[in-house]
């Protein structure tokens, strides 16, 4: 069975930055992308990032294109994600989630694993 645990959210002023890290357990062997997503309150949840096991390669929103950077463990089994200049705007949970194929990434239902997810606020 697969788990993805999340941490490192909190509130932190604009301008400030967060760390958050996914630890995944089970058969994370098996990914083949990890990413993360968020939903703020009365918004529907939208991609932020993502990165490809096998060559590295990564994916942005455009709304944090340049201000957050996703990274990956050595072992199959941790992400991370660097947030800085945060803003307001980028208030929201926070969903760690893995892919065993590469498809539509940028879309929800690219991914077959999810965490519960962590807060991040950014205060004005």
């Known amino acids: 069975q697969v788990q993805l645990v999340e941490s490192g959210g909190g509130l932190v002023q604009t301008g400030g930055s967060l760390r958050l890290s996914c630890a995944a357990s089970?058969?994370?062997?098996?990914?083949?992308?990890m990413g993360w997503f968020r939903q703020a309150p009365g918004k529907e949840r939208e991609f932020v990032s993502a990165?490809?096991?096998?060559?590295?390669?990564?994916l942005y929103a455009d709304s944090v294109k340049g201000r957050f950077t996703i990274s990956r463990g050595n072992a199959k089994n941790m992400v991370y994600l660097q947030m800085n200049s945060l803003k307001p705007g980028d208030t929201a949970v926070y969903y760690c989630?893995?892919?065993?194929?590469?498809?539509?990434?940028?879309?929800?239902?690219?991914?077959?694993?999810w965490g519960q997810g962590t807060q991040v606020t950014v205060s004005s």
């Open positions: 989630v893995a892919a065993r194929n590469l498809r539509s990434m940028r879309t929800s239902v690219g991914y077959d694993y």
């Open positions: 089970g058969r994370a062997f098996t990914f083949s992308a």
């Open positions: 990165i490809v096991w096998s060559d590295g390669g990564t």
